[in-house]
């Protein structure tokens, strides 16, 4: 499985962006796919997940803010970013499990897409 994101760059703070994430492989549908996060000098962290079935785990961070979503014919995944803020500020990863759940932990993925850097200007 190959894993592609794209959709970062500088959105002032309070505006929007959307990720996408492309992903290869005929078993995309049965993956659970997320989103972390790595800001400089930060560790990675997670952000949100969707199982296979739609079923969804946010951070309290971006609870309310951020809206994942998936598309199966299309093998992508989506993070709609609203209401940003400059501590999103960081290198958006999106990953894959082959075990369907609602994974929070770096260790619980086994594929993930190089990152894509979004920037929120005060």
């Known amino acids: 499985v190959q894993l592609q994101a794209s959709g970062g760059g500088l959105a002032q703070a309070g505006g929007s962006l959307r990720l996408s994430c492309a992903a290869s492989g005929r078993t995309f549908r049965s993956y659970a796919m997320s989103w972390f996060r790595q800001a400089p000098g930060k560790e990675r962290e997670f952000v949100v997940v969707i199982s296979s079935g739609g079923r969804t785990n946010y951070a309290d961070s971006v609870k309310g803010r951020f809206t994942i979503s998936r598309d199966g014919p299309k093998n992508t995944v989506y993070l709609q970013m609203n209401s940003l803020k400059p501590e999103d500020t960081a290198v958006y990863y999106c990953?894959?499990?082959?075990?369907?759940?609602?994974?929070?932990?770096?260790?619980?993925?086994?594929?993930w897409g190089q990152g894509t850097l979004v920037t929120v200007s005060s």
């Open positions: 990953a894959a499990s082959t075990r369907n759940g609602l994974w929070t932990g770096n260790k619980d993925y086994d594929y």
